[in-house]
């Protein structure tokens, strides 16, 4: 009987070996099929297996993952995009304010100085609140090309305009019958007069008395002008319309604005409504800065109490009508009754015609103990306020040091 080869001692028969190459081979083309030894990712009995029950959920939840993404990253883009196009609607309802009225008014009196820049003309309209923004005021003129052809001028506008409508309205400028007469706070009679020569008549003449107003209801003598009621404001009247018609819209507004002031505290002091536009239109010349308004009147009510000069030069130039050059010795000695060095107490009248802020400031001063005031150097008319002699006499010996360094001239930077 045959038994074929004898086996190899330690080791496998040929068949055998055989037989183990072919089932290596087998598992690799398994493998490579992705097909477990069961066949066809089937357990034994024909169902999922473990392994095959885990990898396809592994799948799906990748799956899912990978569906989310996309979905929450079109939601962001959808959010961003309908942001931009809000954002951009509003830019350009801002800018062009389709659904904005045209409608001009009389409301406000603006005032567009001569030279003005785009910027301060935009600037300028939104603090009067004419328009909702200077920016986009700025923007729109430069857009349409009007930004080079805007007149200066005194118009009436009213609040909230378009831009469109107030471009219109500056390319326009002011009427050409009209005259436009703007008298600054402070200013006498005589400075007055000059500023209104396109209008018929003699200014200083009609000036002197006028039956919109007696003075003498405020307590002045008989004999006084209608200096300090002449009220400081922009007007607008037609060409060849009389000085008389000026005069008449001053003491107007002169009436309705005083009308406002509270009277109690200066009429505790015994002072006439008179005395306080005396009062007011000192404080005029003599505070550069609108928060010294009530300082400056409490110096002049320390001293009028106390009984000292006032020693105000401006009204020394009042009566000089020099307003300009420095006060010579001769002129700082003049008799006239407005000379406040030589004469104790208040001059004979106002020195020129008060706004609205002084002749507050004039009625109800602050409650201080000062008596002397000068320039402080290096300012833009600031004064250094003093109570005593000797610190006063040490704030002009800085003065005038101040003005020696300058060659005589005021050490103020304005």
Known sequence: ???GPPPVPGGRSPEERDA??????????TRQRGESPGGALAGADGLPSAGATAAGRGA?????RGGRRPRWGRIIAAVAGIAALA???????????????????DGLRVRIPRGSTLGEIAQLLDRDRVIASAGFFEL?????????????????LRENMSYAAVLDRLERGVPPNVVVVTVPEGRSRREIAPLVR????????ATRRSPALDPRDYRAPGDRTLEGFLFPATYELKKGQPVSALVERQLEAFERNFESVDLSYARRTNLTPYEVLIIASMVEREAQVPRERRLVASVIYNRLRQGIPLGIDATIRFALNQWDEPLEQSELASPSPYNTRRNPGLPPGPIGNPGLASIEAAARPARTDY???VVKPGTCGEHAFSSTNAQFEEDVARYNAARERRGGRSPTDC
């Open 1 to 3: 009987m045959s038994h």
């Open 20 to 29: 183990a190459r072919r089932e290596r081979a087998a598992r690799r083309v």
């Open 198 to 205: 396109e209008l018929e008549g003699d200014y200083m003449r």
């Open 60 to 64: 799906d939840e990748a799956q899912a």
């Open 371 to 373: 008596l002397f005031y």
């Open 140 to 156: 729109r003129a430069r857009i349409e090309g009007r930004s080079g052809d805007l007149k200066p001028g005194s118009y009436r």
């Open 87 to 105: 954002a951009a609607a509003w830019f350009l309802l801002s800018l062009f304010q389709p659904f904005h009225g045209d409608r001009e008014g």
